[in-house]
Structure formats: C-alpha cells, structure tokens
C-alpha cells in the first residue's frame, strides 16, 4: 500500500498541489494548479490554495495513507510561524499558509520550508545531485534562488531564508540590485536582465526564447549576453564554493536552458579559481528534474525528513 | 582535578602551543611559540612544530589529564587525511601535521581543523557570539578568512576548506585577486590592499598603523580608504548572509582595529539591504577574544566538541 505525500508548491505565477509517493512519483489525476500572480488579492490567493490542496487531498486513493504535508513557498518565509511573503505577491505579508493547509488537511502534520530547499531536496532525491551531501540546488529563470544542503543536511537558517544565491555580488559588476546590493547575480544574469542588457547592446529580441534563437542563429550580440550571464553565474558559485566548499551545483529554470554553451561559461569563470583546488573543484550541472522538480521538492519534505533542516 | 586540552596554531608568520583548561584559559608557563615564515623549510618547520608541542606536553601538570590535541591551521588542510598545505608557507605541501602530533603527544587524540573554525568556536565559546548558532567568525588583517558555525555546529565542508570569507567576490569591485577571482574581499580590504589603495591616491604612509593614526588625524585619503574596506567587508558579509541567514558576524584581526569606525561603514553597507530583513538583521561587533584567540579556538575543538564541524 501506498505512502503519500501531498506536495504543494507555492510561486510567483501559480500554486500547485499534488499527491507524491515514496519513489517521487506524481499520482496521476491528484495534480491541480490554479494562477496566483502580483495581483491577485489576498481572499483569491486563500481561496486558490483551498481549491488546489482539497483536490490534491481528495484524490488520496480509498484506505490509502497521508504521511504529511509539504510545502515549498517562494520567499521570504517565517520558518517558526509557518508564515508566507512571497516577495511577488504583496497581499500575501506573513499569511499562515501552514495554519491554512493543517485546516484543510485535517489530523495530518504540515512541513513548510523556502522552495530553495525543496528543490535541493529534490535534485539530491530524484535529480542531478543524488549522491551528494554538499550541493547547491539553483533555479536560473526570471530571479536567480536556490537552496543548499550542507553535511547531508538542508541549511533553512534561523529565519528560513538561508540559500538565497541570486543575492551573492559579483566582482567588477555595478548593476544596482532591488534588494540593495551591487551586482547580485540575479540582477545580472537572471533572463529578463540578460536580455535587457542585449537590448542595450543593439540586440532587437525580447523574451529568453528570442535569446536563445538568436544564439542558435549565431548573433554577436545574443553570445556576449549568454557568455555575460553564465560568467556571473560562475562567479557567484566560486564565491559560494570558497565559502561552502560545495562539490557540486544543479541548475535548473527556463533560463538555464539558453543554450546548453551557458554551461560551458559558468565552468570557465569557476575554472579561473585554479589556484584554490577547493573551489575549482565543484561541479556545475544542469538539473535532473522535469518541470514537476518542485512538486516532487515538497513532497520531498516529507518523503526525506533525515535530509530536510532542522528548525 | 583539571581536564587540558593541547592547543596547537599555526599560521604564516609562527606557530604556538599551550594547554588549556575547560573554561578556555591558558595554563601559565605552558605557552610556546616559533617564528615559521614563508622562507622556512620543511625541516625546520618540522623542527618548530615538534619544539612548540613537545614544550607545552611537557608542561602538564603531574598526574593531571590531557584530553586531546586541538590544532587549528592555516589553509587549506586536508582534513580527512591530517595534512596541511599553508598558502603562505610554500614548503610544506600535504604536510602530515596530524601525524606529527600524534608522534609527540602518545596515546592521545588529534583534532586537525582549518583556524577559521577555530576562531568561530572561540568566538562562541568564551568571544563576542555566545548564544549564537549561527555565526561567522572573521579576522581581517594581512588576509581576509573566516569560519562557520551553523545550526550550531562547525562547517568544515567536504575537504575541510569552508569559511574561505575572504574569497567572496564583492559588486562592482574591479580588483584581481590572486586566487583568480574578480574582487574578492581580500584583494580589495585586507590592511595591505587598503594601504596600497590609499598610497596610490596620494598618502604617503606605510603600514596600518600609520593609516589608523592618519585616520584618527582627520586625514581625507585614509578615511576614503578605511571606508572602503568597511563597505567592501560589508559587502561580502551581506552575500554571505543572503545564502546563510547568518545572525551574528564578529571581526577580529589587527587590521579591524585600524579606526572603531570602520565597523559602522560595514553596518552602513549590510543596511542598504533593508529590502531583505533577513540580509540586513545581521549583527556585526568587534572579536570578543584576545591575542590568544586562536589558541583558544584550537582548544575548543577538544573542549567542546558537540560544535565542532564533523567530517
């Protein structure tokens, strides 16, 4: 008999719910998504993530068990209170997403964690990083986040916003950043930045795929941008290597899918730290999760409880 | 009946030994210490490490414990195999130090860990982060280096190099570091890369001392460069809390005490990232440890081992 998960991802653009089992494998029929989006108001966020975590639960097969339920929520997170404030849904400012999903999944323990470390968990679980106990699980898309696991462990902090790469500097970058810094890897590399800055440039596309077409037909313009990008990806993982020692880093995210050459600059800008063996040493490469990756992360909160943190 | 750790450190310009009781004090009479150098050789570092430790064993009181060798080293180390590599002492190369303690003290146990950790379990254990799980302690002086102590215990990372602070990269910062990354924190704000700085804008001192008494005189050029580093060191302290939600941060080092004010133009910049609470909630203070911090960070990977990093 099955052991599920009910898995629910949190994000920008969508909620999603699902029911997962111990191999990481999505119920067919249990996986429902609604739209959230910067402006939606608070009561159409609340009433979209009782649509989407009832169907899930509904879908639990006659006489069959509910390990838990995990949630993977964009950030910034309140660990402790089972808060949400997604920095891209401003109705939502310390809303008790746990409290909302222990009422709708009844007699059933919830486990809320950042979605960085749900797709470390899953990368570690199912994907490119199985093996390892020192990653970085990475998402390079319209922001640039991530999550670590450190010693076998997921790192959630004191406050549970531990792993937030795309807000590590990089060298000789002075692109002011939203949060405040100076050259945040996500206000350099992340899509809409890079093709804003091929824009500059003379480059006449709009979207990442206009980016990655025009890289494919072999345009100046649209090489220098990837070759910016991954460059200041892999600065931004030297940085983290030279303090984590971490051995390896799975990229995932639309946008890591430019062009399979961006893999190739993130190695050479980690290559140039030679001289520190340690950091030369980590091994960049691609995700091995589909797009259900952070699905099966939250389901991986429960499913992998040794490897999730410790709050 | 007092229980002693054997606390060994070795750094670039010397090596020191000297037992330490439980409540991380130094035995008086039991402190040795010899110039290392980078012009040294093997042997006669050798000959140092053997002379600094085999002083302090000798010291131990008749008929009173030893409970372990502690020794914090200057990186990187290969901490599965007991060896160390000293950037700044060319000689020894994977140098079994471990095994040379091992030889000296008999029948007693030999911690080898990288000094950053040492210091944060100093600065934890008897400094200016007690109460703190989650902490970087800092010394920023000839280098820039660290440790790490997260969800209360030690991070050593897969090869014993993590807390390499000094090698995060910071925004907008143009200066090649040796290590072959682009601004690193070292290469912009150690005191010799601050001195070099102010003298290539015109003043005309020479060490950090002269800079700190031309600061304190209200000179123009040393105080644009005391505030670039403090802003640099701010910097790199804010990545670092973005991917570790880092509570508390304290700095020792002789550089750090160049001018009380360099530690509020590291606040000012770590305050820019007000967006992110959980970047800027981060507290910066001086060490709370004296000259003998690092010895007493040596010990405290004997005597309080539930922190030290596991490897």
Chains 1, 2 share one sequence.
């Not at 998960?5 to 111990?22: N, Q, R």
């Not at 990368?123 to 640039?144: C, F, H, K, P, Y």
């Not at 824009?199 to 006449?204: I, K, P, V």
Request: proline share 6%; with cysteine; glycine share 16%.
């Amino acid at each position: 008999m099955a052991q599920w998960a009910l898995a629910v991802d949190l994000g920008g653009t969508k909620i999603e719910a699902a029911l997962v089992d111990a191999a990481g494998a999505v119920l067919p029929g249990s996986r429902f998504r609604l739209p959230t989006g910067g402006g939606s108001s608070s009561a159409e966020l609340e009433a979209g993530a009782r649509a989407v975590i009832g169907a899930a639960y509904a879908a639990l097969p006659p006489g069959e068990s509910l390990l838990g339920v995990g949630i993977g929520s964009a950030g910034p997170i309140d660990v402790h209170r089972g808060l949400v404030s997604p920095l891209n849904l401003p109705a939502w400012r310390d809303f008790p997403l746990r409290a909302l999903a222990e009422e709708v999944v009844p007699a059933t323990p919830v486990v809320l964690r950042i979605d960085g470390e749900a797709i470390a968990l899953a990368e570690q679980w199912v994907g490119a990083a199985r093996g390892s106990d020192n990653l970085l699980g990475m998402v390079v898309s319209t922001g640039i986040g991530g999550g670590l696991i450190l010693g076998g462990r997921a790192l959630a902090g004191p406050t549970g916003n531990a792993g937030h790469i795309g807000h590590v500097e990089v060298g000789g970058m002075n692109v002011p950043c939203l949060c405040g810094g100076t050259g945040c890897v996500e206000a350099v590399a992340s899509g809409p930045a890079t093709t804003a800055w091929a824009r500059a440039q003379g480059w006449a596309g709009s979207t990442g795929e206009d980016l990655a077409a025009s890289y494919a037909a072999g345009d100046a313009i649209a090489r220098a941008a990837v070759q910016r990008s991954g460059t200041a990806v892999g600065q931004a993982i030297a940085s983290a290597t030279a303090l984590l020692d971490l051995e390896l880093v799975a990229i995932g995210g639309g946008f890591s899918r430019v062009s399979p050459d961006l893999f190739g600059f993130i190695r050479e800008a980690i290559a140039r730290r030679s001289p520190f063996p340690f950091v030369a040493k980590v091994r960049v490469v691609p995700s091995g999760l589909s797009d259900e990756g952070p699905l099966i992360g939250a389901a991986a909160l429960i499913h992998r409880a040794d490897y999730r943190s410790e709050v």
